[in-house]
């Protein structure tokens, strides 16, 4: 007598997601170390002023996290092409799956990353204070107060940052399924991208990605910012879903 079981396509989603949890486990050696070059660099500072009279000297150096925030968002769009290359894809077959269960586990896993490296950024932001606290060269650390409701102000700045890493990991699991699909994108898109930055910037004195940058950075409306990412990494994703359910069961 035969028995079969019948596993469930959420099933088959989760297995992929847990296993890929414990299969790229190194990836997170990787953010730790991208994080802490970027506390060593964040330490010389994003500018000072000095000033005083004859008999006090005045001298301000001021820090901020963003280049943590811009490291972490670097390593997750890195990583977000990574697992969609051919040996990765490949360990989605010792599962009784499909494209669709692989994408979905896969941008599961991007989630993830993400939020584990908004957390881990928002630490070295203090790991950063503590360290110039302690250097010797100074008297005196001073935070800068938010003028509006702290709890709010941090439930604000955590999702935005967290909405950042997440459009980057999106924006890198599209460019990977780009260069998936065609081995052509692995030149294409870096040689478009450079050449981009190069005559927009003759022709117009500034960055041509400002346009891009700005309908994300520039938007005063929290809500409004949140729906435009969110609609972005929708699209991204499903792009990058609809272009590998289009292409051969396995290559």
Not at 57 to 85: C, E
Not at 217 to 231: D, G, P
């Amino acid at each position: 007598m035969q028995s079969l079981s019948k596993v469930s396509f959420d099933q088959v989603v989760k297995k992929q997601f847990l296993y890929k949890l414990r299969a790229y486990s190194g990836v997170y050696i990787s953010l730790i170390i991208l994080q802490v070059i970027a506390v060593l660099f964040s330490l010389n500072g994003v500018g000072n002023s000095s000033g005083g009279s004859e008999l006090v000297r005045l001298n301000i150096h001021y820090y901020s996290a963003n280049l943590i925030f811009v490291f972490t968002m670097l390593w997750v769009f890195i990583v977000s092409i990574i697992i969609t290359s051919k040996a990765f894809r490949n360990d989605d077959f010792s599962f009784v799956t499909n494209r669709l269960s692989s994408d979905l586990s896969n941008v599961c896993f991007v989630v993830l990353v993400s939020t584990i490296g908004t957390i881990t950024a928002l630490m070295s932001k203090y790991l950063l204070q503590i360290i110039v606290q302690l250097l010797p060269t100074f008297d005196s650390f001073y935070h800068f107060p938010v003028s509006m409701n702290y709890g709010s102000f941090l439930v604000m700045g955590i999702l935005t940052a967290f909405l950042y890493v997440l459009l980057c990991g999106a924006a890198g699991y599209f460019v990977g399924t780009l260069v998936r699909v065609s081995s052509l994108f692995q030149i294409l898109i870096p040689v478009l991208f450079v050449g981009y930055l190069i005559i927009g910037g003759f022709v117009s004195q500034v960055s041509s990605l400002a346009p891009i940058v700005e309908f994300f950075y520039l938007e005063t409306s929290f809500i409004a910012f949140v729906l435009k990412v969110l609609l972005t990494v929708l699209v991204l994703f499903a792009s990058s879903v609809v272009i590998f359910n289009r292409m051969e069961v396995r290559q």
